[in-house]
């Protein structure tokens, strides 16, 4: 059995990646996800896989995209200015139902910002960077040990439902270094595609019905078939009708949906009977923690509710979780309360719910929390 040693947030969602079986990656360095293109280059060609440095984020993208097409688990890493020229290939993914994992390891902004400051001012645009209908899965680690456990939880999803899974440490959780015992192979599930078993006359690399998820063949197998970013039918030509499209669209969101509890991740620290709930993700789920502690010893009951999942919306456990509480406090590295406004939509009374933000570049202290809990 291997032993814990100390490793970095960053090496661990590589590592994660590696354990999921990913092969392939592709990718620009930016900081602060360099590590992981650094890792990736000296690790792959030792197991097999492939790295590849690209001119920049948009190839990168569309090169994952024609790896994971050809079978194999690929993924990239960038950061915020480069998560944002990813989003046209990453749009492109979905409408082709292409398996995939991005890392965007949130650094503060806007633009080009603080390339070394911790921010969790992405959230928005890790749900809704791409144009049109569409469904996509985010995680949030917390911790090191989060983020091999995410990462492999992630290709599992992608891989399941065919979908693209983000993976969006802030800064500081992809920099700091924990002590962590990577698992043996085998212990934790890893989930491989679905391939096609039938004629190859007679593959449809899609499939309408809501709730499904085709088999993905291989490019390069007996099965021959076309990817578009358009509008397209079961067959993957192009389609536009009205009906087509409605039922498209539907599929892209109920295979999802269909699964939601696989796909929600969510843990609770002193949740029941709570009378304040703290609702946190990332790094701040930690100062949250310790202001909880803080208040808890001096008989406030305060519970913290930490989103690991936060798209889809973790809706039913918020709800839940705040049910008996008498306020909501969401703390976020961020400026507009971005996933406030989530908590607001689902919680019974949406004015029991206050925010604590900062936006200059530093990391929330527990002290900024607990003095909105009293």
Not at 290 to 310: F, H, M, Y
């Amino acid at each position: 059995m291997s032993t814990a040693k100390l490793i970095q947030g960053n090496a661990a969602i590589a590592q994660g990646a590696f354990y999921a079986g990913a092969r392939f990656y592709a990718g620009y360095p930016i900081t602060p996800s360099s590590e992981i293109a650094q890792i990736a280059a000296s690790e792959m060609p030792k197991l097999g896989g492939v790295y590849m440095q690209m001119e920049d984020e948009l190839a990168s993208m569309g090169a994952i995209i024609g790896a994971s097409l050809s079978g194999a688990k690929a993924f990239t890493a960038t950061s915020g200015p480069g998560f944002s020229l990813m989003q046209e290939n990453l749009g492109m993914a979905t409408m082709g139902e292409v398996p995939l994992v991005v890392v965007n390891v949130q650094r503060s902004g806007p633009s080009t910002g603080l390339a070394t400051r911790p921010a969790q001012s992405d959230m928005m645009q890790l749900r809704w960077g791409r144009h049109g209908d569409q469904s996509v899965v985010a995680l949030i680690p917390a911790t090191v040990a989060e983020c091999f456990e995410l990462t492999v939880k992630a290709f599992n999803i992608a891989e399941k439902y065919r979908t693209q899974v983000i993976v969006a440490p802030d800064e500081v959780v992809g920099h700091m270094r924990e002590s962590f015992r990577l698992p043996e192979p085998g212990e934790l599930e890893v989930i491989d595609r679905v391939k096609p078993a039938g004629e190859p006359k007679d593959y449809k690399p899609f499939s309408f019905e809501p709730g499904a998820v085709a088999p993905l063949a291989a490019y390069g197998s007996d099965y021959i078939f076309h990817v578009t970013s358009s509008m397209h039918g079961e067959d993957g030509y192009s389609c536009n009708t009205p009906d087509n499209a409605a039922r498209r669209v539907a599929q892209l969101h109920t295979k999802l949906e269909q699964d939601i509890d696989d796909v929600i991740m969510v843990k609770e620290f002193d949740v029941e009977g709570c009378e304040i709930l703290i609702v946190a993700y990332g790094v701040v789920t930690r100062a949250a923690r310790t202001a909880a502690a803080k208040a808890r010893e001096k008989g406030v009951k305060v519970g913290v509710l930490q989103l690991q999942t936060v798209w889809p919306f973790p809706a039913k456990a918020v709800a839940k979780a705040a049910q008996n509480a008498s306020s909501v406090i969401v703390p976020e590295m961020n400026y507009a309360g971005q996933m406030a406004g989530e908590v607001r939509k689902v919680v019974g009374d949406a004015s029991m719910v206050r925010t604590v933000n900062s936006y200059n570049g530093t990391i929330m202290f527990p002290d900024a929390i607990e003095k909105a809990l009293y």
